[in-house]
């Protein structure tokens, strides 16, 4: 580690949220057992309250269908040289999967896949789309041909397609750039289908303003409740939060929040569960707080694979609260989980981990690697932690200390206190292309300090007291 940076050490340590406690172990020996407790709340609150919840996987609709015989193979295969586009559809789908005798290829599905595509074969065109998406063995993925098959799938009202469409541009995948208006665009016309999860989308971005939709609450409220109405609990929350906050031509009822509260958690949604135990965690001053049940709703959605509830069960594991026990590999396994679902807050604590061997065996590499997807997101933290490791050149980086000072500026736009103290190190010492400024690096410092970091309280302190004339 950087000796500039060794002061800020202790104060990180807490600031990811890890209590390391020695314990000595009977014989002598000495055992040193971290707690990887998530203390800040805050930090999984913030981000869960406002997120949309993420799109379903795309689901390979080439797979799984029922056997098939030979003679029935054969009569596709026949009917589709003479050139019926259902047919040749079917006889896609039968050298995907290695039905009736026939060999699995990916390339000889393409081929009749793409015959019935271009005749205007729905199915066609989505499992084709699917598969130059996704790439095969002999077939080289290609996004553009993808994007261009999909669409005209979902412009044929194939509600798969739109929502494939609407879940691709809203990550933005391979070559496929990230486009909130088109992903509002397709998610609106699967709403229009009746899709309860694209329902449930367009109410998110009409509670944010995304996707190029104009901020109405009402708007939001209603496709929400026709997503619950549909027996959708995260809906159902969603509907709830709105209850409790109030908003634009929506009254605070605490009663009917709780009944929509109620309503989600019946339908034992993982999603739903993630907000509810929010809530009871203490996310929300309109709930009273009740570990016992923020942990269980966790603990259920984490379970059922919600990406934020395992964030959340991490800390009730960590800490073994809320009936839960202390269990450190449970706690990993959930904060593995929640870093996996793209949760940034759970992709810095785990790069954290990795880049010091706390818990868990020591890897700059992934942990740089987790860094820099938690800081794509915007987390400013992860934003400051990639900057070290650059300065540094760890982690697999190139050392590189002006790119280092554009991410610590980064990071201290996004309030990370960490950040404003290692610009004030960089114009102590004249690194980064800067050039040695104490004046700016005490303006720095300050700013660090006035935000509650210890570092920078403690070095502007120490200051002070050599400034102090002699008594």
């Known amino acids: 580690m950087n000796k500039k940076r060794l002061a800020g050490f202790v104060c990180l340590a807490v600031a990811v949220g890890l209590n390391v406690a020695i314990v000595r172990s009977i014989g002598g020996g000495e055992t040193v057992y971290y707690r990887i407790a998530a203390l800040w709340n805050d930090a999984w609150g913030k981000p869960q309250r406002l997120a949309a919840a993420s799109p379903p996987p795309i689901i390979n609709q080439n797979a799984g269908p029922a056997p098939m015989s030979e003679a029935e193979a054969r009569s596709f295969l026949q009917r589709a040289e003479e050139g019926d586009r259902y047919a040749q559809f079917r006889v896609g789908v039968i050298y995907y999967n290695g039905l009736g005798g026939f060999p699995k290829s990916a390339p000889e599905a393409v081929k009749y896949y793409k015959l019935a595509a271009d005749r205007g074969e729905w199915k066609a065109q989505f499992n084709l789309g699917y598969l130059l998406h996704n790439g095969a063995v002999g077939v080289p993925r290609n996004d553009a041909e993808a994007l261009r098959y999909m669409i005209l799938a979902a412009e044929q009202n194939d509600l798969m397609a739109q929502k494939t469409l609407a879940g691709l541009y809203r990550n933005g995948e391979g070559d496929i750039p990230k486009n909130p208006g088109e992903s509002a665009h397709w998610y609106?016309?699967?709403?229009?289908?009746?899709?309860?999860?694209?329902?449930?989308?367009?109410?998110?971005?009409?509670?944010s303003g995304e996707g190029g939709l104009p901020k109405d609450a009402l708007r939001a409220a209603a496709n929400y409740r026709n997503a619950a109405d549909k027996g959708d609990g995260y809906s159902a929350a969603r509907l709830g939060l709105m209850y409790l906050d109030g908003a634009d031509g929506i009254e605070r009822d605490r009663g009917?929040?709780?009944?929509?509260?109620?309503?989600?958690?019946?339908a034992n949604s993982p999603r739903a569960d993630g907000i509810l135990g929010w809530l009871y965690a203490g996310g929300h001053p309109g709930i009273d707080k009740d570990e016992n049940r923020a942990a269980q709703f966790y603990k259920r959605g984490a379970e059922g694979g919600d990406a934020w509830s395992a964030a959340g069960v991490f800390d009730y594991y960590a800490q073994g609260k809320g009936g839960l026990p202390r269990d450190q590999a449970l706690a990993l396994k959930y904060l593995q989980q929640a870093a996996d679902g793209d949760i940034a807050p759970a992709q810095r604590r785990l790069g954290w981990l990795l880049e010091h061997g706390f818990g868990v065996p020591k890897d700059e590499e992934?942990?740089?690697?987790?860094?820099?997807?938690?800081?794509?997101?915007?987390?400013?933290?992860?934003?400051?932690?990639?900057?070290?490791?650059?300065?540094?050149?760890?982690?697999?980086?190139?050392?590189?200390?002006?790119?280092?000072?554009?991410?610590?500026?980064?990071?201290?736009?996004g309030d990370s206190v960490k950040a404003m103290y290692d610009i004030g190190l960089m114009y102590d010492y004249g690194l980064g292309g800067e050039a040695k400024n104490p004046d700016q690096a005490m303006i720095w410092y300050r700013k660090a300090a006035a935000a509650g970091y210890g570092p920078a309280k403690r070095y502007l302190a120490a200051i002070a007291v050599k400034a102090s004339p002699a008594p």
């Open 256 to 266: 009917r929040a709780m009944a929509q509260f109620e309503r989600a958690e019946r």
């Open 188 to 207: 609106q016309r699967a709403a229009e289908n009746g899709d309860t999860f694209a329902l449930s989308m367009i109410g998110y971005y009409y509670e």
């Open 366 to 413: 992934k942990a740089a690697a987790l860094y820099r997807r938690a800081a794509e997101q915007g987390d400013a933290d992860a934003t400051d932690f990639l900057g070290a490791m650059i300065q540094d050149g760890r982690g697999g980086q190139d050392r590189n200390e002006a790119e280092a000072i554009r991410l610590y500026r980064q990071a201290s736009e």
